[in-house]
């Protein structure tokens, strides 16, 4: 089981930049493919980004490419989005998650067993 904790949201105009961590606890880190999801008022829980165990891979949604940027660094136990170029439809709860060891990268949050209990990103226009 991995703890995971986000830091970093908050208020930023449109056009701004943030930068999203997600320090982690356990042993299992290093083998586990992280991912960031996003939930708005009304919406359902959606995909953003997720990295491989190794960081070599890395998935991310449509409405995200080339602004968002996951990363990770196994030796602080961290995640990492950076987010660029926000939009006030980025705006929403972020999470971090952490998939069973040994697994690949998922689009599905089903596929996620441990989750962070998010940080709140709001873009203003």
């Known amino acids: 089981q991995v703890q995971l904790v986000e830091a970093g949201g908050g208020l930023v105009q449109a056009g701004g930049s943030l930068r999203l961590s997600c320090a982690a606890s356990?042993?299992?880190?290093?083998?586990?493919?992280l991912g960031w999801f996003r939930q708005a008022p009304g919406n359902e829980r959606e995909f953003v980004a997720a990295?491989?165990?190794?960081?070599?891979?890395?998935l991310y949604a449509d409405s995200v490419k080339g602004r968002f940027t996951i990363s990770r660094d196994n030796a602080k136990n961290t995640v990492y989005l950076q987010m660029n170029s926000l939009r006030p439809e980025d705006t929403a709860v972020y999470f971090c998650?952490?998939?069973?060891?040994?697994?690949?990268?998922?689009?599905?949050?089903?596929?996620?067993?441990?989750w962070g209990q998010g940080t709140q990103v709001t873009v203003s226009s």
């Open positions: 998650a952490a998939r069973p060891p040994r697994l690949r990268g998922s689009l599905r949050a089903d596929d996620y067993a441990d």
């Open positions: 356990g042993r299992t880190f290093s083998s586990c493919a």
């Open positions: 990295i491989s165990w190794g960081g070599g891979t890395t």
